[in-house]
Each structure stands twice: as C-alpha cells, then as structure tokens.
T-cell receptor
Framework: NAGVTQTPKFQVLKTGQSMTLQCAQDMNHNSMYWYRQDPGMGLRLIYYSASEGTTDKGEVPNGYNVSRLNKREFSLRLESAAPSQTSVYFC??????????FGSGTRLTVV | RKEVEQDPGPFNVPEGATVAFNCTYSNSASQSFFWYRQDCRKEPKLLMSVYSSGNEDGRFTAQLNRASQYISLLIRDSKLSDSATYLCVGSYDKVIFGPGTSLSVIP
C-alpha cells in the first residue's frame, strides 16, 4: 500500500546544479501535482497534470519543468538551482479534490 | 489579499480543552472546502470535508458559512496527539491551501 512515493527525501545542491525529483503513485489516479511549502507561505502549486500527457503551470512555475512520463509517474526538474528554491517539495495525486494523497516530501537545500 | 487566510497561531491549549480555528476565503465561487492535518515534517493528510450543513467526526466538527465566507474547525476534548498544523483548503477551478494554524496541546 505505497500510495505516493517521492525520491529523494533529502538533497543539497549547489547554485546552478540541476536535479530531478521523482514521484510515482500506485492508486491509478489521473491527476498529479507538485507543491512547494515554505514557512508562513503554505503549499503553493508549481505544476500539475490533469491526465497522462498533459501538464499545466500552477502558481509558481518559474525555474521548474515537469514530465508526466505515464499515468504513474510525474517528475519535477530544476534546471539551474537557485537558493530561492530551497524548500520542501510535495508530490500529490488525486481522483478528485478530496482525494489528495501526498508523498512524504523532499527537503531541498540550495547553497 | 490571500485567497485563503488562517490565523497561524500557535494555539497552545491544555489537554481536554475545546479549541476552534477559523479560515476565511475570498473567492465566492469556491465550491468545496476541506481541513487537512499536517504533523511536523510530514505530509498533509485529509482530516475532513466541510459542508454547509456541518460535518462531525468524533471530536471534530467542521462548519461552512457561505454568507460570511469562512469555515471553522472545532476540536473538543483535545488530546496530545491533536498537536499539528491544520490546513484549510478551498477549491473552485483550482485548489488553494491556507498557510495553516499550529496547535499544541499541553499536558
């Protein structure tokens, strides 16, 4: 009963480095999301994918790219990391709004 | 103005107390509302949905007031295990999470 699996759990990057955050769900959900969470800011949507093959920008997409590889997987890429991207990143999936299931998060520090 | 606003707290209450959180939303088109719970350094998890008629689940009661555009969460007989951050969520064509209200239940 894995739900939503995110990797890695922790990462430290130097400014300018790139990396990809991986997310996979085994609940056959159509929709998947990437959020970032910063103190006092709440969860902010970066990108989402309503179904396989589609992606759309959320509230804070700049500096990120996504790929919906198949129904199960939705990855988030930072092409050139900046200190402002230091945050906790959560992947989520859903059938409908109330059915949000979150992954355990990735704690990213950019130095 | 943020679309969903919450008092960040922290609310520090003794065990057994009743505590209430309010959340206001600015978009009158919002259709669905929820409360999520987030433990420290963990992911958010759905606590309960919020309906105009009210929704009760054990010690937890959620209410929606569309006229005043706010939702509330009431926790009765607080337990130590209720210590967490409570996120208010509203949705219309997108889902908006509030910043969260921190609750600490003290022995």
């Amino acid at each position: 009963n894995a739900g939503v699996t995110q990797t890695p759990k922790f990462q430290v990057l130097k400014t300018g480095q790139s990396m990809t955050l991986q997310c996979a769900q085994d609940m056959n959900h159509n929709s998947m999301y990437w959020y970032r969470q910063d103190p006092g800011m709440g969860l902010r949507l970066i990108y989402y994918s309503a179904s396989e093959g589609t992606t759309d920008k959320g509230e804070v997409p700049n500096g990120y790219n996504v790929s919906r590889l198949n129904k199960r997987e939705f990855s988030l890429r930072l092409e050139s990391a900046a200190p402002s991207q230091t945050s906790v990143y959560f992947c989520a999936s859903s059938l409908r709004v109330a059915g949000y299931t979150f992954g355990s998060g990735t704690r990213l520090t950019v130095v | 103005r943020k679309e969903v606003e919450q008092d960040p707290g922290p609310f520090n209450v003794p065990e057994g107390a009743t505590v209430a959180f309010n959340c206001t939303y600015s978009n009158s088109a919002s259709q669905s509302f929820f409360w999520y719970r987030q433990d420290c350094r963990k992911e958010p998890k759905l606590l309960m949905s919020v309906y105009s008629s009210g929704n009760e689940d054990g010690r937890f009661t959620a209410q929606l007031n569309r006229a005043s555009q706010y939702i509330s969460l009431l926790i009765r007989d607080s337990k130590l295990s209720d210590s967490a951050t409570y996120l208010c969520v509203g949705s219309y064509d997108k889902v908006i999470f509030g910043p969260g209200t921190s609750l600490s239940v003290i022995p």
